[in-house]
T-cell receptor, first 114, second 113 residues
Framework: AQTVTQSQPEMSVQEAETVTLSCTYD???????LFWYKQPPSRQMILVIR??????QNATENRFSVNFQKAAKSFSLKISDSQLGDTAMYFC???????????FGEGTQLTVNP | DTGVSQNPRHKITKRGQNVTFRCDPI?????LYWYRQTLGQGPEFLTY????????KSRLLSDRFSAERPKGSFSTLEIQRTEQGDSAMYLC???????????FGQGTRLTVV
C-alpha cells in the first residue's frame, strides 16, 4: 500500500517570502501521479499542481513549483512571493496511474503573516 | 456554477438515525469519488464510480454505508444507524478519464450527537 508523509504539521512565512513544504511517499509502482492540494478555511480542496512520475521536468504553476526526486521518493512544494491568500492546509497526494484513489498525507498548515 | 456541488453543507443528526448526502459532479466527468475527512487529517478514500458502476470500495466503508450513482450523473451516500464516530466531513470529487485531476466539492459536515 502506498503511504504519503508530511513531516511538517505547521509552517509560517512572511508575506512576499518563499516557503517550501516537504512530502515523501512510499510506493513500489513506477508510474503514478503526485499532487499538491490546498484547503483554505472554507474547506473546498483546490488542486495546486500535478506531477507525472515519468516526466523528469519539475511542474510549475505560476508562483508554485515542485522539486520531484523520484529516486528519493520526495515531492516538495515551493511557494514563491507568498500571499496572504496562500494561508491554508496543504495536502500532498499520490495516485497510481492505473488506479482510482488518491492517498493523502496528513497535511501542513501554512500561515502567511503580513 | 459548474463545479462539484454537495448538499447539504451541514447535517446534525441523532445517533441511530439514517442520513443521506448528495453529490452533483462536473457534468462531463464520468468518474466520481467519495472521501471522508476528520479534523486535522487528510481525506480518506471511501468509494469510486465510473459512470453508474461502483468499481472500488474501501474497507472503511462498513455495511452501514452505501453509495449509488443510478444514472451516472449525481451520487448519493447513505449512512444507516449513525454512530458518533461517523462525525466527519464527507467530500465528493469528480474527474474526467484518468487524467488524475480530481475536482472537489465543498463537502458535507456531519455531526452525530
Amino acid at each position: 500500500a502506498q503511504t504519503v508523509t508530511q513531516s511538517q504539521p505547521e509552517m509560517s512565512v512572511q508575506e512576499a517570502e518563499t516557503v517550501t513544504l516537504s512530502c515523501t511517499y512510499d510506493t513500489s509502482e513506477s508510474n503514478y501521479y503526485l499532487f499538491w492540494y490546498k484547503q483554505p478555511p472554507s474547506r473546498q480542496m483546490i488542486l495546486v499542481i500535478r506531477q507525472e512520475a515519468y516526466k523528469q521536468q519539475n511542474a510549475t504553476e505560476n508562483r508554485f513549483s515542485v522539486n520531484f526526486q523520484k529516486a528519493a521518493k520526495s515531492f516538495s512544494l515551493k511557494i514563491s512571493d507568498s500571499q496572504l491568500g496562500d494561508t491554508a492546509m496543504y495536502f500532498c497526494a499520490f495516485k497510481e496511474t492505473s488506479g482510482s484513489r488518491l492517498t493523502f498525507g496528513e497535511g501542513t498548515q501554512l500561515t502567511v503573516n503580513p | 456554477d459548474t463545479g462539484v456541488s454537495q448538499n447539504p453543507r451541514h447535517k446534525i443528526t441523532k445517533r441511530g438515525q439514517n442520513v443521506t448526502f448528495r453529490c452533483d459532479p462536473i457534468s462531463e466527468h464520468n468518474r466520481l469519488y467519495w472521501y471522508r475527512q476528520t479534523l486535522g487529517q487528510g481525506p480518506e478514500f471511501l468509494t469510486y464510480f465510473q459512470n453508474e458502476a461502483q468499481l472500488e470500495k474501501s474497507r472503511l466503508l462498513s455495511d452501514r454505508f452505501s453509495a449509488e450513482r443510478p444514472k451516472g450523473s449525481f451520487s448519493t451516500l447513505e449512512i444507516q444507524r449513525t454512530e458518533q464516530g461517523d462525525s466527519a466531513m464527507y467530500l465528493c470529487a469528480s474527474s474526467l478519464r484518468e487524467t488524475g485531476k480530481a475536482f472537489f466539492g465543498q463537502g458535507t459536515r456531519l455531526t452525530v450527537v
